[in-house]
């Protein structure tokens, strides 16, 4: 089974800074399978990035995903206020099927 | 506009089964696959099992095998997770996704508003 290990666990930064987010596998993953979502308190998770690098409908540009085989990141150009949240990334399996979620990065206002 | 409504918040004993539905619109609900994520208090993620409507086909995560089934009624475009047994570990919010298939098939693109389960003697 693969793990993903997000870090840091929290990220303290003000409105207007860059947060670079990492999320490492503990076996190679298909760039194909990464995902990344948002989860704001007592909302359902949202998607951001699939394919680890493909923005979903109506995620505005500030957002990008790149990395590959076990290291993934997921990069917010400039923070706006609305942007701090907690963040998972996702990888899935074939074999059998199965979906796993890091263990979460909570970005917070400095 | 695709929305997944699930049901609402459940308490339940300690050894009871509890069921949640998910009822999907805005979309072709035989075209998707629909998965159950849960969430306990402060934690993250963690994906239980999902089902391929058009097909009737459920995949379980390993940790839930036996404990948990998922069903789907094409007919109402509702997906339904029972899990039994419950214990106290369990209490946590339930969220449907739709996840695709083929090229789509590794992410969640909607989810449910989730369904909070409370395992309390």
């Known amino acids: 089974e693969i793990v993903l290990t997000q870090s840091p666990g929290t990220l303290s930064l003000s409105p207007g800074e860059r947060a670079t987010l990492s999320c490492r596998a503990s076996q190679s993953v298909s760039s194909s399978y990464l995902a990344w979502y948002q989860q704001k308190p007592g909302q359902a998770p949202r998607l951001l990035i699939y394919g680890a690098s493909s923005r979903a409908t109506g995620i505005p540009d500030r957002f990008s995903g790149s990395g590959s085989g076990t290291d993934f990141t997921l990069t917010i150009s400039r923070l706006e206020p609305e942007d701090f949240a907690v963040y998972y990334c996702q990888q899935y399996g074939s074999s059998p099927p199965t979906w796993t979620f890091g263990q979460g990065t909570k970005v917070e206002i400095k | 506009q695709v929305q997944l409504v699930q049901s609402g918040a459940e308490v339940k004993k300690p050894g009871s089964s509890v069921k949640v539905s998910c009822k999907a619109s805005g979309g072709t609900f035989s075209s998707y696959t629909i998965s159950w994520v849960r969430q306990a208090p402060g934690q993250g993620l963690e994906w239980m099992g999902r089902i391929i409507p058009i097909l009737g086909i459920a995949n379980y995560a390993q940790k839930f095998q036996g404990r948990v089934t998922i069903t789907a009624d094409k007919s109402t475009s509702t997906a339904y997770m029972e899990l039994s047994s419950l214990r106290s570990e369990d209490t946590a919010v339930y969220y449907c996704?739709?996840?695709?298939?083929?090229?789509?098939?590794?992410?969640?693109?909607?989810w449910g508003q989730g369904t909070l389960v409370t395992v309390s003697s």
């Open positions: 996704a739709r996840g695709g298939v083929g090229a789509t098939v590794s992410y969640f693109d909607y």
